[in-house]
């Protein structure tokens, strides 16, 4: 196969090539220091810088659907707004790097590093339209986030998070690539674009077609923490570093649906009503199972680890929906939508549980909320917003994004999904409330670590407005996103 490379390649990935070079800054650094460790706050610095560009460069050279080395890559609205959200999240991330006594201190530049490798490979991810270029991103975002939990300062938690990471995620990728075998094995290619036009064809006369598509779509359940494949995800949620946490509940997420979204774009799910139903089932099994665990969870952490398993599901009805529309992108849009608010929400959420942990070992449980509210009056009050946004109460950003994806799914027949998404949505309040009953009605000395958090503050601060501020302009940015995806 010939593949010429042009400057317009190089121009499309430059944002990979720009937070790569960056990545590279901190450890340089170090190593010419004689494996002194510069700085933390510099090399913070020098992460953010390559993360800005990167965001500048995207938003200059992406978005028009062009692609890049042989239709390998496509920079399309989807590329542009799941990358910007997964190097916001990826900022935040090592903002609560440079302030949670886990991740701080000795070894801070190669966790830097591994974060932005993980991004690069994120970035890789929402831009593969190849199935193989697909297995890269993802190998690429996971094996560097492996490291970085068996790094933490924490020495029995977060090695045990790491190896059941490291084994499931296998696995997974595994199925993934079982699949891609069988989906090159009829139609001789692995990229999307090129089959894209008989995938719902030859879903229905081709077995092996269909069972490649199946065993791919498994992976990304996987990936995505789709019951009843979630059984990793409160494990390794609770015994990461938190900020590691907050890294993977949304960024890999983000990048990980955007994957799933380019898959389900070949609309298999209208040539199969069994891969049709099998995914709607999977996603009313990934609420229920996700609200009803939260509810008995005292960990704060492992509380908002089911949480997420729910908010898969809700996602799941969006990719459904986009999956078998004619507007697929308006399905599309209220998926980026509804996953931009949650990354928000749940930054927040993570970023004050982060704030809250006193060292490496400190376990965060919500009976220690008590009395936060009277201690952090301000940092109680972010933490009800976001609580409340993720439980979707109005006017907070979190009602749209579920209104957004319910609407869509009502408008393509799926009634009944968009009833059991608005049925657990009514459960999961009862878990988000708790936590705020607990900081301010019952007595107690809730308090964060005296260290330095002023980095973390101002990001909790600022994503708390977001979400305020965006609840009313929910409507002119659903339609950005929506004509960006045109």
């Known amino acids: 196969?010939?593949?010429?490379?042009?400057?317009?390649?190089?121009?499309?990935?430059?944002?990979?090539?720009?937070?790569?070079?960056?990545?590279?800054?901190?450890?340089?650094?170090?190593?010419?220091?004689?494996?002194?460790?510069?700085?933390?706050?510099?090399?913070?610095?020098?992460?953010?810088?390559?993360?800005?560009?990167?965001?500048?460069?995207?938003?200059?050279?992406?978005?028009?659907?062009?692609?890049?080395?042989?239709?390998g890559l496509i920079f399309d609205g989807v590329t542009q707004w799941m990358g910007i959200i997964a190097l916001f999240a990826a900022s935040a991330s090592m903002v609560m790097m440079y302030e949670n006594p886990a991740t701080t201190g000795k070894q801070f530049s190669e966790l830097i590093f591994l974060a932005m490798s993980s991004a690069v490979g994120m970035l890789i991810l929402v831009s593969a339209v190849d199935l193989l270029m697909v297995f890269i991103g993802l190998e690429m975002m996971s094996l560097s986030l492996y490291l970085m939990i068996a790094m933490s300062h924490e020495e029995k938690l977060s090695k045990e998070a790491a190896l059941k990471y490291f084994i499931l995620g296998s696995f997974a990728s595994a199925l993934f690539l079982y699949g891609v075998a069988f989906i090159f094995g009829t139609t001789g290619n692995t990229n999307i674009l090129a089959f894209m036009d008989q995938a719902s064809e030859l879903v229905q006369t081709n077995r092996l077609f269909m069972f490649g598509m199946a065993f791919v779509i498994l992976g990304f359940c996987f990936k995505v923490s789709i019951a009843p494949f979630h059984a990793w995800t409160p494990d390794v949620y609770q015994g990461s570093p938190t900020p590691h946490t907050a890294f993977m509940a949304t960024a890999v997420k983000a990048v990980s649906f955007a994957a799933f979204l380019r898959v389900i774009a070949t609309r298999s799910l209208v040539g199969s009503d069994h891969l049709f139903d099998m995914l709607q089932w999977l996603a009313v099994i990934t609420m229920i199972v996700g609200n009803t665990a939260a509810i008995l969870q005292n960990n704060f952490k492992r509380m908002i680890a089911y949480s997420s398993v729910a908010h898969s599901g809700y996602i799941l009805v969006g990719v459904i929906t986009a999956g078998v529309s004619d507007d697929a992108a308006f399905g599309a849009a209220g998926v980026i939508f509804y996953i931009l608010s949650y990354a928000l929400m749940t930054l927040g959420a993570f970023a004050i549980a982060s704030m809250l942990e006193k060292s490496e070992n400190h376990i965060v449980n919500i009976d220690d909320l008590a009395g936060f509210a009277k201690q952090r009056p301000m940092l109680a009050l972010c933490m009800t917003i976001f609580l409340l946004s993720l439980a979707g109460i109005p006017p907070a950003l979190g009602f749209f994004g579920k209104f957004y994806l319910f609407n869509a799914a009502i408008g393509e027949g799926l009634l009944w999904l968009a009833i059991w998404g608005m049925v657990n949505s009514v459960i999961s309040v009862y878990y988000y409330l708790r936590p705020i009953v607990v900081m301010y009605m019952k007595d107690g000395n809730a308090d964060i670590a005296e260290h330095s958090l002023n980095a973390t503050t101002v990001m909790v601060v600022v994503t708390a407005l977001a979400i305020i501020f965006m609840g009313f302009v929910s409507g002119p940015l659903f339609s950005a996103i929506e004509n960006s995806l045109l």
Do not use: H
């Open 1 to 71: 196969m010939n593949m010429n490379i042009g400057l317009s390649d190089i121009l499309l990935v430059s944002p990979m090539l720009a937070l790569f070079l960056a990545s590279l800054v901190p450890i340089t650094a170090k190593v010419l220091r004689g494996n002194r460790e510069q700085n933390p706050i510099i090399t913070l610095s020098q992460a953010l810088i390559g993360v800005v560009i990167a965001v500048g460069l995207m938003i200059v050279f992406g978005g028009a659907g062009k692609t890049a080395f042989n239709n």
